[in-house]
């Protein structure tokens, strides 16, 4: 019975593993391909087109890459940091409404987010934030924080206060306590909340377009008119690079929590 049980859950993880897989294999062969016809397995010839547009310089896709990295890092850190605290407000206080900071938290998701951003430009254009890059950032901190909010809510609660307390009476200041007891503890919470709110940044699309106003170009308002023109070689490379750029973001935050936690 235990055998059987192992050889199907074997299965599954290799099934799992395949339908991640061969979807990132097949994008890697359009990237490279000239000629791919139905209902041909392979391409029937390559070219490096959509990789020397890509990386060439001329198209200026690398920059519009370091343009969405810094956008998703900057908005990471805030809307984490505007998590932690909403975090600790409701584990270590009694206030009027305190029930409702995680709803209210919700809200920016329960939006129509083409009426919000709309809402937004508006706005912004009235503040002067409207084409400029801190006005995607905040845009795009208000659509990472009810992720980064309810993240940090469980993590915060699961811990409780009383370590901190303990703490307190030993004689760590406020600080103290929290950045030796507490934060440790939080980490892989933080952790969690940044790389959630990284990928809605990195992802998103209509916001930075619209707020942006194509002053600034990130990476996925370059690549979705491939997607609507059919360059399938294009829109694959882009597709490539895009994966390659939020596992390379994952892997180098998990290897420095793990270094942390040494």
């Known amino acids: ?61 690398m920059e519009a890459l370091g343009t969405s990295v ?35 938290a919700m809200l920016p998701i329960l939006l129509p987010g083409t009426a919000l951003t709309m809402g937004l430009h508006e706005i912004f254009l009235r503040l002067g934030l409207a084409d400029t890059f801190a006005g995607v950032v905040i845009v795009h901190v208000i659509l990472a924080v009810p992720y980064t909010v309810k993240l940090m809510i469980d993590a915060a609660t699961s811990i409780g206060c009383s370590y901190e307390e303990a703490a307190r009476t030993l004689g760590a200041n406020g600080l103290q306590a929290f950045a030796l007891v507490s934060a440790p503890m939080l980490l892989p919470g933080i952790a969690a909340s940044f790389v959630m709110a990284y990928i809605v940044s990195f992802g998103d ?25 059919g ?17 390379a973001v994952f892997i180098a935050l998990d290897l420095v929590i793990k270094r942390i936690n040494k």
């Open 1 to 61: 019975m235990k055998r059987r049980y192992h050889f199907f859950s074997a299965a599954i993880m290799v099934l799992c593993g395949l339908c991640i897989l061969l979807p990132l294999l097949v994008l890697g062969l359009w990237s490279v391909a000239a000629n791919w016809p139905w209902p041909e397995l392979f391409p029937q010839r390559f070219s490096l087109r959509a990789i020397g547009e890509l990386f060439g310089g001329y198209s200026g896709a």
């Open 70 to 104: 810094l956008l998703g890092s900057a908005a990471g850190l805030i809307a984490t940091a505007v998590g932690v605290m909403a975090a600790r407000a409701v584990v270590f206080y009694d206030f009027p409404g305190k029930r409702w900071v995680s709803p209210a």
């Open 205 to 229: 699309y209509f916001s930075a377009l619209l707020i942006g106003g194509g002053n600034v170009r990130t990476f996925t308002v370059m690549m979705v008119p491939y997607f609507q023109s």
């Open 231 to 247: 360059d399938r070689t294009m829109a694959a490379a882009y597709s490539v690079t895009y994966v390659i750029v939020t596992l």
